[in-house]
């Protein structure tokens, strides 16, 4: 196998960080003598990225998919374990690790507020000594796949939060980086939007060969993008290895849902298997799939059914079951 | 250059954004002259009577507050706006995108502001150290002098600056090391002969006042005899050094804003 573009090797992090109880009081005691408490952002995860590979990163909110992606660019210092990006230490920044990688966060932005976007992929270029001309060749073909040629020449702060996130990608890879970071690259978008950026990314990385670790509470960025997914948990991780495993290995169920000819009571259907929604003429169960042809046979001799089909959990169920689980 | 680029992509850019506002450009600018002219009024007073402040002719005295105000105008053209923004940067976690850049974090940090508000200021300094400089009679050697160690001071004031804006990495919060600076460098606007002694020997051992404006108008008279006024390039070139090592360390300490 090639060299990883991306390994952890058993990352930690601890922050130390002042507590304060609320009010006056709190504030005095806070001033005079500060109490700290130590949260163990990530605790010993390791893992592999082949270059090509696009990873997505999960884990509920606080799970440390943050920190884990500022160690790997070498924003902050591990507090042990080792990361290394094409084979260096990020955290000694080299500029030649550098121009090969990139961080794109959905909620922090790099481009100057007051000024068009092109003021901000001047000042990119500058620093990544890429000739204006070959610059403005390079955001001519990103602007295009992203569908944003048109808002170029307008404020930043004039645009709206898709369009900026667009801008803010074409920023980010004006450089043409082997190696992308994407904290939650699709936060507050609309559907339309999202769909976008996912499809930009897909032909940015195919058409560049580029590696994606890309973290997203939205699963549909996820089904669309990686064909393999690292889960973590409170700083640990959960599941490193292909989507479908993650179904098989956490959801051994399928999703039944009927629309029935009569509506009946929710209680009904609690012998089948896990109800999501019943009461009215729309029923949504899950079923183990051991039980699912017996189940099947039943329902259709039970009860009067317009219509009845079988499919995967949605992915989102599927991640919910791993979080509440915590442990493979 | 890369870095000389840099600096002219990044004072067009932040200039334009200032600009961007034109009522308030146009109102700051406006208040900037006014101002200016006002403290023009203020050394003409001071100095029109033939003072002498602790045995400084009042023409050599006068080169002292050129100093002074060529030091304060590079501070409102460069150093405020700069050190703003590096709190600024520590607060929202978009100092990242500057230590993801393959460029010198501190050049960036320090070079990527300025507001032109604080250009009436350096003409004010310019023009206020020009008419000292011929009323004290200075030849060719004294303006080479002049020159280079106006740059030493301001080079000093630099070092100063961003060794105080390093420290909001931890506080975070910093404006009032904006305050402190100001008035370090009111301070300097009178010899530090002028001060009583232990005022003096305050001002130049403990804050770097003297070699702010005295020293550099000193070396220009060409009174450099006791080799003191020398000792600012050494003070500027210590500071410059321990502030790189202080922001590298530093940036140990940064944990960017959580997200
Ligand atoms: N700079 C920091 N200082 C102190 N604690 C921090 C810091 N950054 C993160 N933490 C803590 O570390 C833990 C992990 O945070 P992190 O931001 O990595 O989570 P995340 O997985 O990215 O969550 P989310 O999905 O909400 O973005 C949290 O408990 C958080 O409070
Ligand atoms: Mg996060």
Redesign the interface.
Known sequence: MAAPAVLAEQLSKTFRVAEKEPGFAGTLRHFVRRRYRRIEAVRGVSFEIAPGEVVGFLGPNGAGKTTTLKMLTGLIQPSSGRARVLGRDPYRREAGLLRELTLVMGNKQQLIWDLPVLDSLRVNAAVYEIPWAEAQHRTAELAEMLGVAEVLRQPVRKLSLGERMKAELLASLLHRPRVLFLDEPTLGLDVNAQLAVRRFLKAYRERYGATLLLTSHYMADIEALAERVIVIHEGRLLYDGPLGGLVERFAPFKEVRLMLARPAAAAAFARFGEVEEAGGLRVRLLVEKDRLTGVVAELLANFELRDLSVDEPPLEEVIGRVFAKGAV | M?YL??LG??WA?SA??RM??RAAFVVAMFASVIETAGKLFGVYLFYSSGFELGGWPWQEALLVLGFAQLVDAFFLLFFVPNLRRISEMVQ???L??V?????DSQFWVSAQKLDPIGLPYLLLGAAVLGYAGWASGLGAGGWAWLAFAGAGAVFLVYALAFLLATTSIWFVKIFNVVHFLSSMIWSAQYPVQAYARPFRLFLTFVLPVYFMTTAPAELALGRAGGGAPWAMFLVGLGLFAFSRAFWRFAL?F???A??
């Open positions: 890369r680029r840099l992509i990044f850019a334009a954004a961007e506002y929202d976690g978009t990242d995108f230590l993801l850049k393959p460029v140990r940064y944990t960017s959580s997200s």
